[in-house]
Nanobody
Framework: QVQLVESGGGSVQPGGSLRLSCTAS????????LAWYRQAPGKQRRVLAR???????EYEDALKGRFTISRDDAKNILYLQMNNLTPEDTAVYFC???????WGQGTQVTVSA
């Protein structure tokens, strides 16, 4: 069974940090372009960051410097390190294997005082 499972979400105060993980099974991530998306309440899902099989990364401009996407191909896991979180970062976060249209189920991140 091919699936992606996100973890690491939760509630955090403004200024805090979280690291999300996306663990894959049934699929080898090594040759894939991977991405993190998020969907805030009432808004469309949008891409935050991508990482190519080469390790090259790209980010939504507003997130540069706060979020870091990385991958551990030996463990078949994708990560998103999120720092200096604000209430505007509250959303459900999804990992995705780009071009394969394979999504995780999402993990909730809530940032509030």
């Amino acid at each position: 069974q091919v699936q992606l499972v996100e973890s690491g979400g939760g509630s955090v105060q403004p200024g805090g940090s979280l690291r999300l993980s996306c663990t894959a099974s049934g699929i080898d991530l090594r040759l894939k372009t991977l991405a993190w998306y998020r969907q805030a309440p009432g808004k469309q899902r949008r891409v935050l960051a991508r990482i190519a099989k080469s390790g090259e990364t790209e980010y939504e401009d507003a997130l540069k410097g706060r979020f870091t996407i990385s991958r551990d191909d030996a463990k078949n896991i994708l990560y998103l390190q999120m720092n200096n979180l604000t209430p505007e970062d509250t959303a459900v976060y999804f990992c995705k294997v780009e071009y394969d249209q394979l999504w995780g189920q999402g993990t909730q991140v809530t940032v509030s005082a």
